[in-house]
Structures are given as structure tokens and as C-alpha cells.
């Protein structure tokens, strides 16, 4: 099955620095989802995007669907410790059929 | 609360031996979902439920079964057929099938270890 690439595979970064990371597909999507997962639980939904170009922010969180329907950008600003996990991106495509998830990003804070 | 409980949380199994994974939602969602995680590699799709006594196979369904009798229930089972089961297996479901939202929400995971 497809996957989406997910970039980059990890960061490492301070408190207070801000994030960014994309996900990029070779197909187009009409739906891009962000989800976080803290260790050892189950991802959990972050943002929701449906439409091309659109832009939307949750908190510290900004993502972005790509006018091309092929990528998607998440932004987090000043982390925080509990930042920390694994940021997955996830894809519909068009016909709507099963999600594709990416590799997902890892989030380390150094302290 | 309303959500998605997974159990056991743990487990080891020997090896040619079949082990189930439970997976509950009170959520009252028509569509149940099994993924895969292994480091590295996202999540990978083992079979989906849309409806009650309907499923399908999802891209890596070789070694596992499953059953949807009851509409909160979606019980995995890793076969000893599976060449490589040791992994964290998420469960996941969703008020419609894949036509709605596409927004999944997740149990805690099962990690299965096979010794």
C-alpha cells in the first residue's frame, strides 16, 4: 500500500524553538489529518483539513493543506515539553477511500 | 467516558501459537479499523469493518483474522502464519466508513511480543 513521506524523521530542538514538518504524496488528496501520539498510547487528532490551500491553527498548532493536494505542512510554535512524540500526517484520497498514513515525524526536546 | 479500550495492553506469545487482541468502542461508531506500528514505518492498514458481519483486508492482512459480530466489538487475531508479529497494534474507529470525515480516533494500543 501507499505511504506518504513524512519529513523530517526526527528533530531534536529546545523548548521555546519552533517546528515545522511536511508530508508530501505522489497522489492527490481531498482530506489531510495531523495526529499526535505520546509513547506508548494511540494517536490522537490534532486538525482536520478539507479543502486546498486552506489554513488552519489549533492552540500553538498551524497546519496548512497545499495547493497542490500533495502536501501538508505542520507548524508548532514555541514547543513545550509536552510536545514530545510522534506527529503522523494522514491522507484521503480522491473517491474517498482509505486513509494513508505517513512514517511520522518524532519530536525530541533536549533540555 | 465514551472511547476505545484495547486489551491486554501487553503480551507475549511463543512462537506457532495464535493470540486475540480485544478491541471495545462505546462510541457508538459503525466503522472499527487494525493498524500496525513498527519503528519507522507509520501505520499500516490490517483490516477494516464498516458494518456489523462485513470486513475487509486491508495491506497486510496475511496472518491475521478478524471477526465484527457485534457492532462495539472487533476482535484481532495474529496467527501463528504470521512471520513477524511482534509489534504495537492500534485499534480505531469512526462514526462513518472511509466516505465520512476520515478523522479516526484510537484505543492505547496492544504491544505483542512473540518470544
Known amino acids: 500500500g501507499q505511504q506518504l513521506n513524512q519529513s523530517p524523521q526526527s528533530m531534536f530542538i529546545q523548548e521555546g524553538e519552533d517546528v515545522s514538518m511536511n508530508c508530501t504524496s505522489s497522489?492527490?488528496?481531498?482530506?489531510w489529518l495531523w495526529y499526535k501520539q505520546d509513547p506508548g498510547e494511540g494517536p490522537v487528532l490534532l486538525i482536520a483539513?478539507?479543502?486546498?490551500?486552506e489554513l488552519t491553527s489549533n492552540g500553538r498548532l498551524t497546519a496548512q493543506f497545499g495547493i497542490t493536494r500533495k502536501d501538508s505542512f505542520l507548524n508548532i510554535s514555541a514547543s513545550i515539553p509536552s510536545d514530545v512524540g510522534i506527529y503522523f500526517c494522514?491522507?484521503?484520497?480522491?473517491?474517498?477511500?482509505?486513509?494513508?498514513f505517513g512514517t511520522g515525524t518524532r519530536l525530541t526536546i533536549i533540555p | 467516558d465514551g472511547g476505545i479500550t484495547q486489551s491486554p495492553k501487553y503480551l507475549f506469545r511463543k512462537e506457532g501459537q495464535n493470540v486475540t487482541l480485544s478491541c471495545e468502542q462505546n462510541?457508538?461508531?459503525?466503522?472499527m479499523y487494525w493498524y500496525r506500528q513498527d519503528p519507522g514505518q507509520g501505520l499500516r492498514l490490517i483490516y477494516y469493518?464498516?458494518?456489523?458481519?462485513?470486513?475487509q483486508k486491508g495491506d497486510i492482512a496475511e496472518g491475521y483474522s478478524v471477526s465484527r459480530e457485534k457492532k462495539e466489538s472487533f476482535p484481532l487475531t495474529v496467527t501463528s502464519a504470521q512471520k513477524n508479529p511482534t509489534a504495537f497494534y492500534l485499534c480505531?474507529?469512526?462514526?462513518?466508513?472511509?466516505?465520512?470525515?476520515?478523522?479516526?480516533?484510537f484505543g492505547e494500543g496492544s504491544r505483542l511480543t512473540v518470544l
Open positions: 494522514a491522507g484521503q484520497n480522491v473517491g474517498n477511500e482509505k486513509l494513508t
Open positions: 497522489s492527490i488528496f481531498n482530506t
Open positions: 480505531a474507529s469512526s462514526l462513518g466508513g472511509w466516505g465520512y470525515t476520515g478523522e479516526l480516533f
Open positions: 469493518s464498516q458494518i456489523v458481519n462485513d470486513f
Open positions: 483539513l478539507y479543502k486546498a490551500g
Open positions: 462510541l457508538n461508531h459503525d466503522a
